[in-house]
């Protein structure tokens, strides 16, 4: 079937969370981590699953610590890193609406770490930034550090039944309304696989859309943070994907037939990796920001709004920014 597309709409955030699993996520002696209040690795009434753990745990201390060492140099960087690495597609060829790619592990993302994490995000990025009838939430002290928030949610997660759905926040309209925009999770991958409706690829489907709504360098910006409070986008995209791409998207856990088995959602991680790749070659990094639930109520509430919806899109739907 044909693309479809999502337009951005300025909506109204109602103001409180509907997570029921304030306590977060409790480790196992194992290792594996459950939702505080029930216990369960899926869990549809609080819209979280650890079952991605599988995919981590097991991996060599000496990966572990590479990628910490790697994360460590990138984040004591200034913003304005150079471009230089090879292989990487022109700007020319990388526009809002072109066909995605898969990322080759020749760019991973960093983590962006506040020196005092103390202020939400719509606080912190206090700067603002007018793009036609759009206004971007901007870091203080550079107005080409933009902001973007993202989530995901699954009801009946991991039950019968799951609906998923997404949702990213990036700035105010023409209105001074914020503008969320959101939909459900699509039945097939963005290379016409089958997907599951589940929690952490609509998380990853936030993070995806929120990339491509718009061609972001073309704003004037050299770097973008994604504010989520998703462990696993956070640590996937910047630690455990370098593991991953050098193991060939194999995790060491062995399938009933004795082959290794494949890493979750390695469809959506390599269109995210192939965004942060399409960013670098415009200069722009990419950076996430790991948040407390509780500040990102807005982006949540969107995205359990947007799981509500009864059919999900069948094929892969594209997301277009337009003036708001």
């Known amino acids: 079937m044909p693309r479809g597309y999502y337009l951005a709409q300025g909506l109204i955030p109602l ?15 194992d290792g594996r981590l ?4 029930h216990g369960l690795v899926t869990c549809g009434k609080c819209c979280t699953d650890y079952s991605f753990m599988e995919d981590v745990l097991g991996e060599d201390d000496e990966d572990d610590e590479d990628a910490e060492d790697d994360e460590e140099r990138a984040d004591n960087k200034d913003f304005k890193d150079e471009v ?23 760019v991973f993302p960093t983590t962006f770490e506040p020196r005092a994490n103390t202020q939400p995000p719509l606080e912190l990025f206090s700067g603002r930034r007018r793009h036609i ?42 209105e001074g309304n914020r503008v969320v ?3 459900r999770l699509e039945q097939q991958g963005p290379w016409g696989d089958d997907g599951m409706q589940t929690s952490n690829r609509a ?65 959506l991680w390599e269109v995210l990796l192939g965004e942060c790749e399409r960013a670098h070659g415009n200069g722009m990094a990419v950076r996430f920001w790991k948040i407390p639930r509780e500040w990102n109520e807005l982006v949540d509430e969107h995205a359990k709004r947007a799981a509500e919806i009864e059919e999900a899109p069948e094929g892969w739907v594209e997301v277009m920014g337009v003036p708001i």
């Open 84 to 106: 230089n690495l090879p292989n990487i597609p022109p700007p020319s060829a990388f526009r809002v609406g072109h066909d995605m790619i898969r990322g080759t592990g020749i």
């Open 181 to 183: 925009v959101s939909g």
């Open 133 to 174: 009838l759009a206004t971007r939430y901007t870091y203080p002290s550079d107005n080409s550090i933009l902001l973007l928030m993202t989530d995901g949610a699954c009801l009946n997660n991991g039950q019968a039944n799951p609906r998923a759905g997404w949702a990213f926040f990036q700035g105010l309209n023409h």
């Open 203 to 267: 998380e990853l489907r936030a993070v995806i859309a929120a990339l491509r709504s718009r061609h972001w360098p073309g704003e004037g910006f050299h770097t973008v943070v994604i504010a989520t409070d998703s462990e696993y986008v956070v640590e996937g995209s910047t630690r455990w994907s370098k593991t991953w791409v050098r193991n060939n998207w194999k995790t060491r856990s062995r399938s009933r037939e004795g082959g290794y088995m494949s890493v979750k959602n390695k469809d």
């Open 15 to 29: 103001g409180y969370s509907s997570s029921d699993d304030e306590e977060g996520p409790c480790e196992l002696p």
């Open 34 to 37: 459950v939702c505080g209040p």
